[in-house]
Structure formats: structure tokens, C-alpha cells
């Protein structure tokens, strides 16, 4: 609260001339009256305020009318909209929120996902999504829109972009992007999600060598125990396998603590993680055996 609120500290002496004015100059009724007034007003604002700000949904469709150019503040009515099961009317609000911002990357790529899922991504605004992502920007608050778009392409569910598509776009944001230096936040984001859309697409070398240099620049267990399940339904089950070992060895140390420790992944889902990918491997090399005993001799 003191952090959040620490404008409202300050502007509360904006008030002290008038009350030491109120106190000099009015007597006892009066001063009371007027007090009973303002703390009435006051009230009435203060629960004004917080009717709107405690029904997020409401708030959200009020900030996204007031601010029709902020591309938030449309964003985030869509999204709430697309929450709430309404994805036709999320689409419909983000057509027309693109109509008049139609320079911007993160509203566009918004509005492509979610044509995607309710009937098929229109080939021109995908087209738009691809020339926006040569210039971007690129900033860390898009790792979401990345995931979604990595996690929605080669679904059956997700009409219009492909693995290809989300290939080119995350290919144009690391090219372009000005972060090049390894101690960058984005500069492992762009690694990352260039080098999942390489595996999804079957570039499996370039691929390993982008999530590697990822790795490089922000080594948190989480991002590798992603990385490895992308590398198993790859078929990369020796890599994802060894990136698991490695993941389970750290957690086991007790040397992840704080911050880095919540954000891990808990070790039993690893441990069943790395069953299974073992079990993928006992049951490709049963398979080969089988292929071999039943071929020509």
C-alpha cells in the first residue's frame, strides 16, 4: 500500500491550508458541518472507486473505452472477454482495435491468436503480424504472446497459423532485435522461442544451437525442464533426458533457494518426467528389434 499509494500520502497536505483556514476562521458548528460533509464526499468517492476497481470485468470495458488508443487497455479487455467464453465478441473487439492501431505488433499478434481459435486467422492480418515482427519491438511483457503463438500453431484447434508462420515471426524478432547482448532478458527469450519453432518445424540442429545459447543467458531450471519436454516430442529423448538428469541433480543439491527455488519445478514432476522419457527410449530400442528380427536375412 505505501509503495502503490505513496502519491496519495504526498496530496494529502494538499488539503492542510484549507483545514488550518476552516479551523482560524469558522466556528465549532460550522467546522463540524463542513468536516461531516467532506469526510461524507470523501466516502462516497472512495466507494465509487473501488465498486469499479473491485469488478475487474467492468473495469476493464470502462479503461478500454476511455482509452480507445491504448493498445492495453484493449488487449486486456479482449482477453478478459476471451476469458469469459465470449471469443466472438473478443474477436470482434480486437478487428476493430486493429483498425485503429494497425502499426502495433503485440495488438496484432493478440488479434491473430484469437482469430485462430474462433474460425481461422485472416491470411492479411497474419501477413501484417509477419512485417511488424521485422521491426517489433521485442519486450520481455511479450514472453506470454510468444508461448501462446508456439503452443497454438501446430494445434488442429488453431486455423490459419502454423509452425511455419510462428517460425518467421520469431525469426524476424530475433534477427531485428536490438539485444544482442547474452546478459539481456530478451536476448534469451528471442533464443528460446526461435529455437522451440526450429524443432517444431524439424530444424533440429539450429534449433538445439538457439536453446543452448538461451540456456547460456539465463540458465533457470524451469526454462531447461521446457526445453527438454520440446526436445522429447521431438523425438530427442537422449538431449531431453540429459537436460532432466541435470535438473533433478540441482534440486536434489539444496542449493536452489529464494526466488529460484519457487520457481523450479517440483521434483517428483520431474522424476515422472524423466520415467517416462526413459521409457520412450526402452520402447524405441524394443521397436527396433522388432523391425530387425522381421526384416530380410
Excluded at 488479434?111 to 501484417?128: F, I, K, R, T
Excluded at 520469431?170 to 528471442?190: D, V
Aim: proline share 4%; with cysteine; net charge negative.
Amino acid at each position: 500500500m505505501k509503495f502503490d499509494h505513496r502519491v496519495y500520502i504526498g496530496s494529502a497536505f494538499l488539503y492542510l491550508p484549507i483545514i488550518l483556514w476552516t479551523s482560524d476562521n469558522l466556528g465549532p458548528f460550522f467546522r463540524a458541518v463542513l468536516g461531516t460533509a467532506f469526510i461524507a464526499l470523501m466516502a462516497g468517492l472512495t466507494f465509487s472507486a473501488s465498486s469499479l476497481w473491485g469488478d475487474y470485468q467492468k473495469l476493464t470495458m470502462v479503461w478500454a473505452a476511455q482509452k480507445p488508443d491504448s493498445v492495453r487497455s484493449q488487449t486486456e479487455a479482449a482477453q478478459m472477454l476471451f476469458a469469459k467464453g465470449q471469443v466472438l465478441e473478443s474477436r470482434e473487439f480486437l478487428d476493430k482495435a486493429a483498425e485503429r492501431i494497425p502499426g502495433d505488433f503485440r495488438l496484432r499478434l493478440t488479434q491473430v491468436l484469437v482469430q485462430c481459435m474462433s474460425g481461422g486467422a485472416s491470411p492479411e492480418d497474419l501477413m501484417a503480424v509477419k512485417t511488424l515482427s521485422e521491426s517489433g519491438p521485442y519486450r520481455h511483457t511479450d514472453f506470454h504472446l510468444l508461448s501462446s503463438l508456439l503452443t497454438s500453431a501446430p494445434k488442429d484447434d488453431c486455423e490459419g497459423v502454423s509452425s511455419q508462420d510462428a517460425l518467421v515471426v520469431t525469426g524476424n524478432l530475433l534477427n531485428n532485435s536490438a539485444y544482442t547482448s547474452p546478459n539481456a532478458l530478451a536476448y534469451a527469450h528471442l533464443h528460446y522461442y526461435h529455437g522451440l519453432a526450429l524443432l517444431q518445424v524439424g530444424e533440429r540442429e539450429e534449433g538445439l544451437v538457439m536453446l543452448d545459447k538461451a540456456l547460456e543467458s539465463r540458465s533457470s531450471l524451469h526454462m531447461r525442464m521446457n526445453i527438454a519436454a520440446y526436445k522429447a516430442s521431438a523425438g530427442l529423448f537422449k538431449q531431453a533426458l540429459e537436460d532432466a538428469q541435470f535438473v533433478k541433480e540441482r534440486l536434489r543439491s539444496g542449493e536452489i533457494t529464494g526466488r529460484a527455488a519457487v520457481e523450479s519445478p517440483p521434483l517428483e514432476e520431474v522424476e515422472h518426467f524423466i520415467q517416462v522419457v526413459e521409457d520412450d527410449i526402452a520402447g524405441n530400442k524394443q521397436s527396433s528389434r522388432q523391425k530387425a528380427s522381421f526384416g530380410p536375412h
